[in-house]
């Protein structure tokens, strides 16, 4: 069964301050990977896209990692803002479907205190 | 910032009403999606569409029906409204290339009474 598994559900931490959010997945045959940020009462934004063969990408104060191997990424947000209080989702897309069919982890909610 | 929005952005209706949720974009995207997503869990599939004219339902089963008449058009229509239909419904949108990012409506936020 394709799943994506995300941990911590919840992780509060003070500003200025790095963390790491993990995501697993069994998504098979794998496409990409992504990790979306959506705050609360809007929808996702991509933040990171990665392909098979891509083992990092990042955007800004975001630096995601891909283990292909492993089946196994992480979103890593360094000197942590009030405004990166959120909920992190990856997201992985499957290989061989016109559709290019996501699942969906149930993100990680991150509360950033000052 | 994505030129996709809902509409709606909060509705509170009560139960039997008929409700339909706006989604617009202005990208010219091809390919259109409703999610559904319940506080702390994930977006669940629940229609989707390729082009004018087409409309398939997704992994989750819903009530709602979608229609196509428009490429920037991609409205969801409840007939009759339930407390269980409750929950927020996003709407996303993407070129249609195989790999394409989805970008998202702000969502619309359903609460049946």
Redesign the interface.
């Known amino acids: 069964k394709n799943q994506?598994e995300q941990s911590p559900?919840s992780l509060i931490i003070l500003e200025g301050k790095n963390c790491t959010l993990q995501c697993n997945y069994t998504v098979s045959p794998f496409?990409?990977l992504?990790w979306y940020k959506q705050d609360t009462?809007?929808?996702?934004?991509?933040l990171t896209?990665m392909?098979f063969s891509e083992n990092t990408k990042s955007n800004g104060r975001y630096t995601a990692t891909l283990d292909a191997d492993t089946k196994q990424s992480s979103l890593h947000i360094t000197a942590s803002q009030l405004s990166d209080s959120a909920s992190y989702?990856c997201v992985v897309?499957d290989r061989g479907s016109?559709?290019?069919?996501?699942y969906?982890?149930?993100?990680t909610?991150l509360t950033v205190w000052p | 910032e994505?030129d996709?929005y809902q509409t709606p952005r909060y509705l509170v209706i009560g139960t039997g009403k008929k409700i339909t949720l706006e989604c617009s974009q202005t990208m010219g995207h091809d390919k259109m999606y409703w999610y559904q997503q319940d506080p702390?869990?994930?977006?669940?599939?629940i229609h989707?569409s390729?082009g004018v004219n087409s409309t398939e339902k997704g992994d989750l089963s819903s009530e709602s029906t979608v229609s196509r008449i428009r490429t920037e058009h991609f409205p969801l229509t409840l007939e009759s409204a339930r407390p269980s239909h409750t929950s927020q419904y996003?709407?996303?949108s993407?070129e249609g290339s195989?790999?394409?990012?989805?970008?998202?409506?702000?969502?619309t936020?359903l609460l049946v009474l």
């Open positions: 994506v559900q496409s990409n992504r009462g809007r929808g996702p934004v991509s896209i392909t989702i897309s016109t559709l290019g069919r996501l969906f982890g149930r993100g909610q | 994505a996709i702390g869990m994930e977006l669940h599939l989707y390729y996003l709407c996303a993407s195989g790999e394409e990012t989805q970008y998202f409506g702000p969502g936020r």
